[in-house]
Structures are given as structure tokens and as C-alpha cells.
């Protein structure tokens, strides 16, 4: 039961958002699905709006975004690494471009559109071509010093063909059949399965062996750059990205208008079940960098740019019965009856719980609430 006093759940809100953000970005171990979470943050949002007096720079909206780990060593950004708002259909999409033209009157904006990649941003700094730093996003002003293990992941050059001085920005992920192909090995091996891609990814990253690491199918993609020079524009940084060697997403475009930009968000969503990796939404960025420029930034996020999200492919409900189902060659197959409960545009009420090994470790008991994921049209 939430408290009538705002400045009592804002403590409360934020108190919970920062014990989320602990698990999700040191622990890689998530408790509750992006949906809930984004949910708790657009309501502080709201009563941070509704009552200035009491905002705290210690807030977590007014960071860029994220935890620092405690296990590597501590990296500055030269440019802090910002944390993007978000819009969650079509008219917070025009919302987003009319505030931004009310600051650039009279100019129309081109916009790049790109997945948004489910993954742990990385910064990774290069030295007269030669990679000399890569360090996790952190708490956008401080990330980790994870080189070591960056350096394992092959779609990385050790050397640029350029002798360049220049910070690479991006996303690790893991590809979601080589996530579960690493999930079916953990569990032949008795070792704890990895929640979801992500998770699996910043597990991985944050190894203290980079042995470990190396042994784990870790991807890489571009996302933009800090110290190129002869570009105007975020897909001409992009483009000289790729040609430096740098894995960049292929079927990025750049759209006329908001209109266009829509029109990605629609198609992309539509071959979202198919892609190799998941994505939770299309980044949408004013193309033009003088007009990100001028449009700047307002605490953690830039005004140029926003994350379209998609409707969620997670979702809370109660396990009401377990079940168990005999298979064709005499298995015994255990399945959850869950309170029927919408994922991804499906309404789910059966899941299933693959071994009765499965159950004792996750503990699960009749009238816990538990979390179903949807990935396409299978139900893990």
C-alpha cells in the first residue's frame, strides 16, 4: 500500500529503485521485470515533477543511469555516458519532438533509428588506434575498468586500421541462441541458469577471470563514438564506425520524419520474435549533431535523443498448481498453472517448469508470484 505523503514515497520509491538497481547492475540478478521497474520510475518522475521541493541530486533520475560495480577498478568518463528517456507509444514519440522544436524553432529534424539492444553498455577508449580501456557505463560519470575481459571478445579490434585517438560506445549482448546453448551447458553442469540474455551478458563481462569470459559467446554492437571529426551527423559517425572495423547494426536508417521514425518502431517490432538477439525498443536520435548540440541534455538524459519501448515480453502473475504431463516416451514433464496473465500480446496460463531438479532450485511453491517471460512464441 503506497503512502498518501509524497515526500514519504518518494523516500520509499527511490529506496526501492536503488535496492532494484543494486541487483540488476552489481548483481546481475534481477527480481522484479523491466515493466514493474519502469513503472516505479515513472511514477518518482511524476512526483519529482509535481513536487520540485523535493528533488535530490541524489535521486536515481537525476543520475545518468545505473549502478558502479565494486569489483574493478574505477574508471571516469571523459563525457558522461547518459541514460535515455523513454516513450511508450505514439504520442509520447510527438510529445518528445514537440518540446525539442519549441527549443530549435523554425528547424525541422531528420532522425536515426536503431534497435535498442538488451544488453551492458561499454565505453572503449583507443589510443593512436591501439585499444587501451574499456569500461562499463557505471553510474554514467563512473564505470569499472573491464579490459581485460573485453579484450576477449573477438567482433572488438585490438587495432583500428587508423591511428586514431577515439572513444567507442556500444552494447554487449549475447545472441539469445548461444544464450540458451550456455544455459543448457550450466544446467548439465549443475550450475545456476542465467535469467535472460542480459544477465548472462553482464555476468560474463564482470568475470574476474578473463578465462571465464573468454569462454562465454559474448557480442558486440556500435552505438556511437566521442572524437571523430569531418561528421555532421549521428549515421555518418556510424558509417565511419563500420568502416574502421567496428561491428554496427546493419539495417540502421535515417528517417525524414517522426512519421518514418514510427514506421521503423513498426516493422522492427514485427521482426522482433525472429531477430538473433533481443531488443526492447528502437532508439530514436535527432541525426544532425549541431542540433544535438543546441538541444543539449536535462539531467540524465539528452534531449536528442529517446527509446521507444515495446510492450513487455515479461509480466507478474501467481502459480496457482503444478502439474505434471506424461510425454510420448513415458517422461514426466512438470507444467505451472498461472493466473492467466498477458505477455508480449499473448495471455499466458501455463508454463513449463522442465524438471522436477528445476523446481527445488528455484524453490517454487503453489501461490508464489513468479515472473513469465515470453521469447517469440515459446514460453521457457
Given amino acids: 500500500m503506497t503512502h498518501a505523503d509524497p515526500a514519504i514515497r518518494i523516500a520509499e520509491l527511490r529506496q526501492e529503485i536503488e535496492a532494484h538497481d ?9 527480481i522484479v521485470s523491466d515493466t514493474e521497474y519502469d513503472a516505479l520510475f515513472q511514477e518518482l518522475l511524476r512526483l519529482e515533477a509535481d513536487h520540485p521541493e523535493l528533488v535530490s541530486p ?25 541514460s535515455l528517456a523513454n516513450a511508450f507509444d505514439r504520442a509520447g514519440i510527438e510529445a518528445w519532438e514537440a518540446r525539442n ?12 533509428v536503431e534497435p535498442k539492444i538488451d544488453g551492458l553498455a561499454i ?25 581485460l575481459n573485453v579484450r576477449t571478445i573477438s567482433e572488438i579490434p585490438e587495432v583500428l586500421p587508423e591511428p586514431l585517438d577515439l572513444e567507442v560506445r556500444g552494447e554487449v549482448y549475447m545472441a539469445t541462441a548461444e544464450f540458451a546453448a550456455l544455459n543448457l551447458r550450466r544446467a548439465e553442469a549443475g550450475e545456476p541458469l542465467f535469467a535472460n540474455p542480459r544477465n548472462a551478458a553482464a555476468g560474463s563481462l564482470r568475470q574476474q577471470d578473463p578465462r571465464v569470459t573468454r569462454g562465454r559467446p559474448l557480442r558486440f554492437w556500435a552505438y556511437g563514438a566521442v572524437g571523430l571529426s569531418d561528421v555532421a551527423s549521428h549515421h555518418e559517425a556510424l558509417d565511419q564506425l563500420a568502416g574502421l572495423g567496428l561491428p554496427v547494426w546493419p539495417e540502421r536508417a535515417v528517417v525524414a520524419d517522426l512519421a518514418e521514425a514510427w ?3 513498426e516493422r522492427l517490432g514485427e521482426r522482433r520474435p525472429t531477430l538473433p538477439f533481443e531488443i526492447d525498443g528502437v532508439v530514436i536520435k535527432v541525426d544532425a549533431l549541431r542540433d544535438q548540440a543546441e538541444l543539449g541534455a536535462i539531467g540524465r538524459e539528452p534531449r536528442w535523443a529517446l527509446a521507444f519501448k515495446y510492450p513487455p515480453t515479461q509480466a507478474t502473475t501467481r502459480l496457482l498448481e503444478i502439474q505434471v504431463s506424461v510425454g510420448r516416451t513415458g517422461t514426466l514433464n512438470p507444467v505451472a498453472v498461472l493466473a492467466p496473465v498477458v505477455v508480449g500480446g499473448v495471455t499466458v496460463a501455463r508454463a513449463t517448469l522442465h524438471t ?16 513469465v517471460q515470453r521469447a517469440g512464441d515459446v514460453i521457457p
Fill in 22 to 30: 543494486y541487483r540488476y547492475y552489481v548483481l546481475a540478478q534481477p
Fill in 58 to 82: 541524489e535521486s536515481p533520475t537525476q543520475r545518468p543511469g545505473g549502478m558502479v560495480e565494486t569489483s574493478f577498478a574505477p574508471v571516469r568518463h571523459e563525457v558522461p555516458m547518459l
Fill in 101 to 112: 522544436a519549441r527549443l530549435v524553432e523554425g528547424r525541422g529534424f531528420t532522425y536515426a
Fill in 123 to 147: 565505453s572503449l577508449r583507443y589510443e593512436r588506434g591501439r585499444l587501451r580501456l574499456a569500461a562499463t557505463r557505471g553510474d554514467g560519470l563512473t564505470g569499472e575498468d573491464v579490459t
Fill in 263 to 265: 514506421a521503423y518502431c
Fill in 356 to 371: 522436477e531438479e528445476e523446481i527445488a532450485r528455484k524453490d517454487l511453491r503453489i501461490g508464489d508470484v513468479v515472473v
